[in-house]
């Protein structure tokens, strides 16, 4: 035949040829392929050609975070869990959702596959090895004298499960030679801020960084915010001197972190912040954790077919858990807040037991020394709760029933809360305190530049409709957005910054100060007054602390607001008039040295200021306590002769319409 045809011939051979060499080289990517660390791959209609290989699809910009923001979870990196092989060609029945994590770390440093944990956040982050922590964009100019290479995580969301599973692994600059094992592990920061850390809305709205604003600024927020990461600490149970005894400790409170009473909510605005409230979900988180043994304490209820107590709130009796929690409501507490009120709570039990009561005192006690007041809010009944099951151990849901609930923010009962001057003092002092805001030039200035930023032209009708909130409700709702790692609005590429966040901190704080210039503003007085019931009850306790017959519980707390606070400082005369952040407490403790004579020991956020208070300035003995007497002159005489009156009572007559 090749005799006849030797062109067939010859095509014939040099296809058999071809054939053999094809088959070989497809063996061999074969080879090669099923014995390399398998690594999913996106669908082929996600891809496109080009640089890295980039999927373009759903892809989220890189977000720089601030450095406070990131935590080191060495040891939490290490399973993997990867979307099975057999769904890479079926997303179209999926409910998925991609999104990248870029990570650059030292230029050489090595990294394996068991370090790509199951990601549930985007962030951006440059690790510095010179000081062992990752750098924000302050300190970009430290970061760029290391080469990098950068990991980029393309991580695919299943929205039935709400989880987020690697799906690729990208590598730029020098391999990384992912997969040997005998490589030492990456260090990947993981971004564990708040309750619940980063969620869609910020992937889609950025996050602001540390690299804007002041340092003071973030250290106000860091302040106000109180991020439940680490231990309390605080001075009390605490003087110089080993000399005295210990008799009670009342505490009043501020609740923990709260979503924000108030909103920005135009049509034409994407911004609309999301918070989680379901404690089951937030107990995953590291810092966190304890959540998960408190849901469990907290549930040890009514036994199965048995009816809740009645005696036990509501709020307490139905904890936030499960899918039909995630979404708070306003003003609701938030897992960040359940967490600070428990590490308050801690500090508690450690400054004061073995002092105040056993070391081994549980609530299952016959007789448990605390005594537990709130208000009637939900947030200030569950914080007091909260803190309860880090004060003592074996907490239990019928637990709950030792709250005492009251009306008044200022914890007053009977008929002493019945003050008519209180209504028409609180009314003067709100008036002369709206007119200051409004017309303090640097806060009018910000109101206006954030108007112009989030409002467009409006008609009249759209101005009756749309309203920008005030300077004091856009505080609230800036520090919360914050306070839980989200960004402030933007309308189109005009945002809010953190230096028009600054100027509203900076000039509430301003005029805070200056509504209290005087000894005798209206701010002043209606502390005095309005406080003057829950001291009255405070110094009768101390008073009665070496009677037997009416000995009070050793340990007694208000769980109240941040009202109840500011007016506390006041009536005390305490220097700070900012706004108390979450979980704010001011602690009075009632000592005996070795001659039995009694002294109270006042302070604020675990800060000693005793020597401040209005009644024990230039008072203190050489230990920094006020003899008792002083704190009982101030409250049986003292505070209404202020008022130029006898009593509570004759006080509670008084006009006080000429002060607006």
């Known amino acids: 035949m090749c005799k006849i045809n030797l062109v067939s011939c010859n095509m014939w051979s040099f296809r058999r040829r071809y054939l053999f060499l094809l088959t070989g080289v497809l063996i061999g990517l074969a080879v090669l392929y099923f014995t390399r660390d398998h690594q999913p791959v996106l669908p082929s209609q996600e891809r496109v050609k080009g640089h890295h290989d980039q999927p373009i699809k759903d892809i989220v910009p890189v977000i720089p975070l601030r450095e406070e923001t990131y935590k080191l ?45 199951e990601i549930d956040y985007g962030a951006h982050i440059q690790h510095d090895p010179e000081v062992d922590r990752p750098v924000s964009n302050a300190t970009e100019s430290t970061a760029k004298k290391h080469e990098t290479n950068s990991i980029t995580y393309v991580v695919r969301k299943d929205n039935s499960t709400g989880k987020y599973k690697q799906q690729q692994l990208h590598t730029h600059g020098k391999p990384n030679h992912i997969g040997n094992s005998t490589q030492p592990k990456v260090r990947i920061f993981h971004v564990e801020q708040g309750s619940g850390g980063l969620d869609d809305d910020d992937l889609q709205q950025g996050v602001q ?60 605005l994407k911004w609309n912040p999301k918070w989680k409230c379901d404690l089951q979900e937030a107990s995953k988180k590291q810092s966190f954790s304890q959540l ?16 809740p107590s009645p005696k036990v709130a509501i709020y307490l009796q139905r904890l936030p858990v499960g899918a039909e929690s995630r979404a708070c409501a306003r003003a609701q507490l938030t897992p960040q807040g359940w967490m600070q009120q428990i590490l308050l709570g801690q500090h508690m039990r450690e400054a004061y037991s073995g002092v105040l009561f056993p070391k081994t005192a549980t609530w299952r006690d016959p007789v448990v020394p605390v005594q537990v ?71 009018k200035e910000v109101h206006k530049e954030i108007k112009n930023i989030l409002m467009p032209s409006l008609s009249k009708k759209e101005q009756k409709l749309y309203k920008l909130p005030g300077v004091s409700e856009l505080q609230e709702i800036f520090f919360a957005a914050l306070c839980h790692n989200k960004s402030l609005p933007c309308r189109g590429p005009e ?38 019931p829950f001291l009255s009850v405070v110094s009768g306790d101390m008073k009665n602390a070496g009677n037997k017959t009416t000995k009070p519980p050793q340990f007694n707390l208000f769980s109240g607001h941040d009202l109840t606070i500011l007016a506390l400082l006041d009536a005390l ?84 319409k000429d002060l607006g």
Request: charged letters at 25%; aromatic letters at 10%.
């Open 73 to 117: 979870i060495n040891d939490e990196i290490q399973n993997t869990e990867l979307i099975d092989d057999s769904l890479q060609n079926k997303d179209q029945h999926l409910d998925v959702e991609l999104k990248t994590i870029e990570i650059s770390v030292p230029k050489g440093e090595e990294v394996h596959k068991q370090d790509t944990s």
């Open 373 to 443: 007041h709130s208000t009637i809010n939900a947030r200030t009944q569950q914080s007091a709760f909260a803190f309860m099951y880090g004060l003592l151990p074996d907490l239990q849901y019928q637990d709950g029933a030792r709250i005492q609930r009251v009306w008044n923010i200022n914890f007053c009962r009977g008929i002493k809360c019945s003050c008519p001057s209180l209504s028409e003092l609180g009314d003067v002092k709100d008036k002369i305190q709206g007119k200051q805001r409004r017309d303090y030039e640097s806060l």
């Open 573 to 656: 005369g305490l220097p700070d008039h900012r706004w108390p952040y979450y979980a704010s407490h001011v602690v009075f403790e009632l000592w005996t040295d070795r001659f039995f004579q009694h002294y109270v020991r006042i302070l604020y956020n675990g800060e000693d200021q005793t020597k401040h208070v209005r009644f024990c300035r230039a008072r203190v003995n050489k230990d920094g306590l006020c003899p008792l007497p002083y704190f009982l002159s101030f409250i049986k005489q003292d505070n209404m002769q202020y008022f130029k009156t006898n009593s509570y009572a004759e006080s509670c007559q008084l006009q006080f």
């Open 209 to 268: 960084d540390r690299s804007q604003g002041s340092p003071s600024f973030w250290r106000r927020v860091d302040e106000y915010c109180n991020i439940p990461n680490k231990p309390v600490g605080g001075d009390e149970g605490h003087v110089p001197s080993g000399d005295y005894h210990l008799h009670s400790v009342h505490m009043v409170m501020r609740h923990g972190d709260r979503t924000p009473m108030g909103e920005i909510k135009f049509p034409w």
């Open 495 to 532: 945002c809010v910054t953190v230096d028009h966040f600054n100027s509203i901190v900076k000039g509430m704080d301003d005029v805070a100060e200056e509504l209290r210039a005087s000894e005798d503003s209206p701010h002043i007085q209606y502390g005095r007054l309005y406080m003057h």
């Open 292 to 307: 998960a043994d408190f849901i469990a304490a907290a549930s040890a209820g009514p036994s199965s077919g048995e009816a």
